[in-house]
């Protein structure tokens, strides 16, 4: 199986603030990475697919980028609504894995 | 407008077998991989495993031997059984499209796999 780790597991930040997210995969991936947005008691949302494309309707402050094993979610001014969980996920080979998750909160 | 409705029971007694389903509206159901994905309570995401609408599948070895995804492309769904189910099954069991495909120009090329349209969840909670 391919480990995903995430970095760090949790961060306060303020709004505005640019936060940045680090995920690690345990062997080579090329591209194939994901990131997903999750809110309490609701399903995980794509933000970027192929570590760096950004899903259409995703605000501009999300970025991606990375191959290989490193990848970085970047969010450039941190909003009231970006506050939330943050898995990558690689989907290079099965199983499709996770990283365990950043939880973004107010500081 | 895609759509991933689920259902399927949510009290289960340890050594039962759990069952889901989830239905596609609103969309294609060929030519995507269909996944179902956990999370137990205040924890972090697992997969368990794909189908096609040919039926092709992929599974986690983690739960290889007690998993079976299946599709019905006649009703446009896809299910999970679980069986001897535990109370380390507890969690959120969600369903997902997954889109794989290629992006290229002359200046890139790159391929791609993600899941894009996800279900509710359903809440599956293991007790005696």
């Known amino acids: 199986d391919i480990h995903m780790t995430q970095s760090p597991s949790s961060l306060s930040a303020s709004v505005a603030d640019r936060v940045t997210i680090t995920c690690r995969a345990s062997?080579?991936?090329?591209?194939?990475l994901n990131w997903y947005q999750q809110k309490p008691g609701k399903a995980p949302e794509l933000l970027i697919y192929?570590?760096?494309t950004l899903r259409g309707g995703v605000p501009s402050r999300f970025s991606g980028s990375g191959s290989g094993t490193d990848f970085t979610l970047t969010i450039s001014s941190l909003q009231p609504e970006d506050f939330a969980t943050y898995y990558c996920?690689?989907?290079?080979?099965?199983?499709?894995?996770f990283g365990q998750g950043t939880k973004v909160e107010i500081k | 407008q895609v759509q991933l409705q689920q259902w399927g029971a949510g009290l289960l007694k340890p050594s039962e077998t759990l069952s889901l389903t989830c239905a596609v509206y609103?969309?294609?159901?060929?030519?995507?991989?269909w996944s179902w994905i956990r999370q137990p309570p205040g924890k972090g995401l697992e997969w368990i495993g794909e189908?096609?609408?040919?039926?092709?599948?992929n599974y986690n070895p983690s739960l290889k031997r007690r998993v079976t995804i299946s599709v019905d492309t006649s009703k446009d769904q896809f299910s999970l059984k679980l069986s001897s189910v535990t109370a380390a099954d507890t969690a959120m069991y969600y369903c997902?499209?997954?889109?794989?495909?290629?992006?290229?120009?002359?200046?890139?090329?790159?391929?791609?796999?993600?899941?894009?349209?996800w279900g509710k969840g359903t809440t599956v909670t293991v007790s005696s």
């Open positions: 997902a499209r997954g889109v794989r495909g290629v992006r290229s120009s002359t200046a890139f090329s790159y391929s791609y796999y993600y899941m894009d349209v």
């Open positions: 609103g969309g294609s159901f060929s030519g995507y991989q």
């Open positions: 189908i096609n609408h040919s039926g092709s599948t």
């Open positions: 062997q080579s991936i090329s591209t194939y």
């Open positions: 192929a570590a760096s």
């Open positions: 996920q690689q989907t290079y080979s099965t199983p499709r894995t």
